[in-house]
DNA sequence: TCTGGGGTCCTAGGACCC
DNA sequence: TCTGGGGTCCTAGGACCC
């Protein structure tokens, strides 16, 4: 059987742990730069508050209360989670921050077990979870849906299939969004259980393989193995939208290397080595092949300033940019030119240590600037509880 | 007059997920 | 006036190969 826990409302109950009058009261959480909703809690969903909603529709409601988002945080508490599930069952894949499936026997029991999961991780990291059991990974996803309104817990086996289908709206099914069901629809295929009944061959034709792979799934066939160990990433992006409009060359440049520089850690945190740079803003893009596929965020640095010199024109706003890595090696294949052996991938560790050991201020290149006018807005944002020792939780 | 059959790689765009 | 930041996979079509 395959269980989905998912954190309910995973960001504003990540806040209500350290802080637990907001229980009592509508929470939303920020994206990046304070611009739209992106986490509700129980009772901002009441208010018919939706995901994605601008914050501004909300600047006057002096009962909803607005938090920036605060990742650090709600990182450090997914891996409590992560880790505190992964003591029911080694076969474990963190899907995303806030859901992780498990792969174990099927038991008499297994609705006992997932509410002892349930409460342990209430118990031990203070987040709820919703936990879904089925036959596949499709048909968990749906169940945790439901476990949310039956008590946390939904266990599903292959005899509920067609019952629960009936009742399923193609876009609440894992893998069927919002085009795909809407061109359902016009074909006269409504629910869920209509979809697993229609002909194999026309399903192929609507949805192609990966949308039949699904309608597997939903018929209790297993398609979808768990994957434990993460993949390595093939791109890396690192784009912000930016705290006020930026016009002059030097201070997008500013910005760039600093993006440089993030997607050039995470690459390194991967143990890869990238040949291809790609600069952008609104309104273009600038891309580069590196001949020689590095990690060395100095070189990183140069090639993004280098290509957002060439995208700047003068007079005109930039809200926001990006950098994006791709073509991702392992090995670097060397030349005659590039001396093999260098002290470069030395000082990026010892940079990197330094950054993940201290909280702040950080390592960084005189090129990501100091002042940073263009940095994202993050007007309400709490501690960081749980990461830095100037920020602990008082009691 | 009549003209095959089998591949690969790359890219852009679309669809989806959190 | 104000609206994030990441990712993945698949497909069709073009270009090319023998």
Same mark, same amino acid.
């Given at each position: 059987?395959?269980? #989905?826990a998912? @954190?309910?409302?995973?960001?504003?109950s @990540?806040?209500?742990?350290?802080n637990?009058?907001?229980?009592?009261?509508?929470?939303?959480? !920020?994206?990046?730069?304070?611009?739209?909703?992106?986490?509700?809690?129980?009772?901002?969903?009441?208010? &018919?508050?939706?995901? &994605?909603?601008? +914050?501004?529709?909300?600047?006057?409601?002096?009962?909803?209360?607005?938090?920036?988002?605060?990742?650090?945080?709600?990182?450090?508490?997914?891996?409590?989670?992560?880790?505190?599930?992964?003591?029911?069952s080694?076969?474990?894949?963190?899907?995303?921050?806030?859901?992780?499936?498990?792969?174990?026997?099927?038991?008499?029991d !297994?609705?006992?077990? @997932?509410?002892?999961?349930?409460?342990?991780?209430?118990? $031990?990291?203070g987040?709820?979870?919703?936990?879904?059991?089925?036959?596949?990974?499709?048909? +968990?996803?749906l +169940?945790?849906?439901?476990?949310?309104?039956?008590?946390?817990?939904?266990?599903?086996? *292959?005899?509920?299939?067609?019952?629960?289908?009936?009742?399923?709206?193609?876009?609440?099914?894992?893998?069927?969004?919002?085009?795909?069901?809407?061109?359902?629809?016009?074909?006269?295929?409504?629910?869920? #259980?209509q979809?697993?009944? +229609?002909?194999?061959? $026309?399903?192929?034709?609507?949805?192609?393989?990966?949308?039949?792979?699904?309608?597997?799934?939903?018929? &209790?066939t297993?398609?979808?193995?768990? %994957?434990?160990?993460?993949?390595?990433?093939? %791109?890396?992006?690192?784009?912000?939208?930016?705290?006020?409009?930026?016009?002059?060359? %030097?201070? #997008?440049?500013e910005?760039?290397?600093?993006?440089?520089?993030?997607?050039?850690?995470?690459?390194?945190?991967?143990?890869?080595?990238?040949?291809?740079?790609?600069?952008?803003?609104?309104?273009?893009?600038?891309?580069?092949h590196?001949? *020689?596929?590095?990690?060395?965020?100095?070189e990183?640095?140069?090639?993004?300033? /280098?290509?957002?010199?060439?995208?700047?024109?003068?007079?005109? /706003?930039?809200?926001?940019a990006?950098?994006?890595? &791709?073509?991702?090696?392992?090995?670097?294949q060397?030349?005659?030119?590039?001396?093999?052996?260098?002290d470069?991938?030395?000082?990026?560790?010892?940079m990197?240590?330094?950054?993940?050991?201290?909280?702040?201020?950080?390592?960084?290149?005189?090129? /990501?600037?100091?002042?940073r006018?263009?940095?994202?807005?993050?007007?309400?944002?709490?501690p960081?509880?749980?990461?830095s $020792?100037?920020?602990?939780?008082?009691?």
């Amino acid at each position: 059987m395959f269980l #989905l826990a998912d @954190c309910n409302n995973f960001f504003a109950s @990540c806040e209500m742990v350290f802080n637990p009058k907001l229980e009592q009261k509508p929470l939303v959480i !920020l994206s990046n730069n304070d611009g739209m909703i992106i986490a509700r809690s129980p009772k901002a969903k009441a208010l &018919g508050v939706q995901m &994605g909603d601008p +914050a501004y529709l909300y600047k006057n409601r002096a009962d909803i209360i607005m938090l920036s988002a605060n990742f650090v945080l709600y990182s450090d508490m997914s891996q409590r989670v992560m880790q505190t599930l992964a003591k029911f069952s080694p076969d474990i894949e963190i899907y995303s921050i806030d859901e992780a499936f498990l792969e174990l026997e099927d038991r008499a029991d !297994l609705d006992g077990f @997932c509410k002892e999961i349930r409460q342990t991780v209430k118990q $031990w990291t203070g987040i709820p979870v919703s936990i879904g059991a089925a036959p596949t990974k499709t048909l +968990a996803k749906l +169940a945790s849906e439901w476990a949310k309104k039956a008590g946390g817990v939904f266990v599903f086996r *292959n005899n509920e299939i067609e019952e629960r289908l009936a009742q399923t709206e193609l876009k609440e099914v894992w893998g069927i969004g919002e085009g795909l069901s809407d061109r359902l629809k016009r074909k006269g295929i409504y629910t869920a #259980l209509q979809l697993i009944q +229609a002909d194999d061959v $026309w399903i192929q034709k609507q949805l192609g393989v990966t949308g039949f792979r699904t309608v597997l799934e939903l018929r &209790g066939t297993p398609v979808f193995e768990l %994957s434990e160990e993460p993949e390595k990433k093939k %791109s890396i992006v690192c784009s912000r939208s930016f705290g006020q409009k930026v016009t002059e060359l %030097s201070l #997008l440049e500013e910005a760039v290397a600093s993006f440089a520089a993030r997607a050039a850690e995470k690459l390194r945190d991967q143990m890869s080595l990238t040949s291809f740079l790609s600069v952008f803003t609104e309104s273009g893009s600038c891309h580069v092949h590196i001949p *020689n596929a590095t990690s060395y965020t100095p070189e990183l640095i140069t090639l993004a300033k /280098e290509g957002v010199r060439r995208l700047f024109r003068q007079g005109a /706003e930039y809200r926001k940019a990006g950098v994006m890595l &791709g073509d991702f090696t392992e090995d670097r294949q060397g030349d005659f030119l590039t001396p093999a052996k260098s002290d470069k991938g030395e000082a990026m560790k010892v940079m990197d240590a330094i950054n993940a050991r201290y909280d702040r201020p950080k390592v960084q290149f005189a090129a /990501e600037g100091i002042k940073r006018p263009w940095k994202s807005r993050r007007s309400n944002c709490s501690p960081k509880f749980t990461t830095s $020792w100037n920020e602990l939780v008082k009691v």
